[in-house]
Nanobody, 117 residues
Framework: QVQLVESGGGLVQPGGSVRLSCVVS????????MNWVRQAPGKGPEWVSG????????RYADSVKGRFTISTDNTKNTLYLQMNNLKSEDTALYYC??????????RGQGTQVLVSS
């Protein structure tokens, strides 16, 4: 059974940092493409970042480039998203999704990030 479980969200002040984790089970992590996607209140899902777990190639949305870093620990079947210099517009439910087709791939329940002073 494919499972993805996110953690690490919470309340963060503007300019702060947080690291999200996504532990996967039920499939071999590599060489799937893995994504972080977010959904802000009242908005549709937004792709944030993706990584090829086979060769480590990464991609980022323009809105987070230079502030967020996606990474993996293949030995732990864990996907990470390091989020720095957070802004109020980063407030959203963040979830990980398996596969290139991030709109329809298996996903977790998500972890909430609230950026507020």
């Amino acid at each position: 059974q494919v499972q993805l479980v996110e953690s690490g969200g919470g309340l963060v002040q503007p300019g702060g940092s947080v690291r999200l984790s996504c532990v996967v089970s039920g499939f071999t992590f590599s060489p799937y493409y893995m994504n972080w996607v977010r959904q802000a209140p009242g908005k549709g899902p937004e792709w944030v970042s993706g990584i090829n777990t086979g060769d480590g190639t990464t991609r980022y949305a323009d809105s987070v480039k230079g502030r967020f870093t996606i990474s993996t620990d293949n030995t732990k079947n864990t996907l990470y998203l390091q989020m720095n210099n957070l802004k109020s517009e980063d407030t959203a439910l963040y979830y990980c999704v398996r596969g290139v087709s991030w709109r329809v791939g298996p996903r977790g329940q998500g972890t909430q990030v609230l950026v507020s002073s």
